[in-house]
């Protein structure tokens, strides 16, 4: 089998493609139509949109998760192939305007997974082993990716790559991956991936992912209004145009006119636990 190493930008991905090497290195990135959000260095926005092969106004993760991929690719001596599909908005329109939330969380599928599974059908076809970043604390997430593999060990993908006669698309299961998780066999836990990267030329942003999250604190989503303006009010905006919102327990419009009474700081929150965003 062929190996993959999704990397996502944050520490964990990239350690995992620096010490488990893998015949392919892969960055699904998730992009936006909102000008205001628009990617500043126009010179590395032109840049990705030639590795993506798409148009690349902006992204609602941080900015600096390009640069880090790209000076990852520098450092690894080796290409990571960058891979892109729906904008977000174009996700939002095909399932009728409502906004993923912790019930319906199609938001990682269709912007992380789908482009990774594409990419690789076009380029692989055959089942792949994948190597997740989950670290040795984190065994009861590959536990739970485990149980969903089917009696061949292979996680499975519904799929359309064609249509019927009648015009409508012709879906299939496919077997596509095996997970694989050396940071956990190995005993790799955060503090050794952190001192890792301490002294390297690599690049990283404070928090990984798209900053708007509805799985992190409400407290840290003010926060990240503070940092990331623009970014923030995209979502709040979805939640104003779409009658909808990302959190049933408070809007963005509410989490923007919080009024913190001390400073807080990005360290002053816990990793996500949500899922495996960071890790895709």
Avoid at 154 to 160: F, I, S
Avoid at 270 to 276: H, R, Y
Wanted: glycine share 4%; with cysteine; net charge positive.
């Amino acid at each position: 089998m062929k190996t993959v190493t999704s990397v996502s930008g944050g520490k964990t991905s990239a350690y995992l493609a620096a010490n488990y090497p893998t015949d392919y290195n892969v960055f699904s990135l998730v992009r936006v139509d909102d000008k205001a959000c628009k990617f500043r260095d126009e010179k590395i926005r032109l840049l990705v949109e030639d590795k993506i092969q798409k148009p690349f106004i902006g992204t609602v993760e941080d900015d600096m998760i390009i640069y880090t991929i790209l000076d990852l690719e520098q450092f690894l001596g080796k290409d990571i192939f960058w891979v892109s599909g729906d904008t977000f908005d174009e996700v939002l329109k095909k399932k009728s305007g409502y906004l993923p939330n912790k019930l319906k969380r199609f938001c990682t599928t269709h912007l992380k997974i789908e482009p990774i599974f594409y990419w690789w059908a076009e380029h692989i076809s055959s089942p792949i082993i994948m190597n997740f970043g989950y670290r040795a604390n984190e065994v009861i997430r590959a536990k739970k990716m485990r149980k969903k593999v089917n009696d061949k060990g292979l996680l499975e993908m519904k799929a359309t790559f064609g249509y019927h006669d009648n015009g409508k698309r012709k879906w299939e299961l496919i077997a596509w991956q095996k997970p694989n998780f050396p940071l956990i066999d190995d005993f790799i836990f955060k503090d050794k991936i952190v001192n890792y990267w301490s002294d390297k030329k690599v690049r990283f942003a404070e928090r990984n992912n798209c900053i708007g999250c509805f799985y992190k604190n409400p407290m840290l989503l003010n926060k990240m209004f503070q940092k990331f303006p623009e970014k923030m009010n995209w979502f709040k905006k979805q939640e104003l145009e779409k009658q909808s919102r990302w959190r049933s327990d408070v809007s963005y419009s509410q989490i923007k006119n919080y009024k913190p009474t001390i400073e807080i700081q990005f360290d002053d929150f816990s990793d996500c636990d949500s899922g495996f965003c960071e890790f895709l």
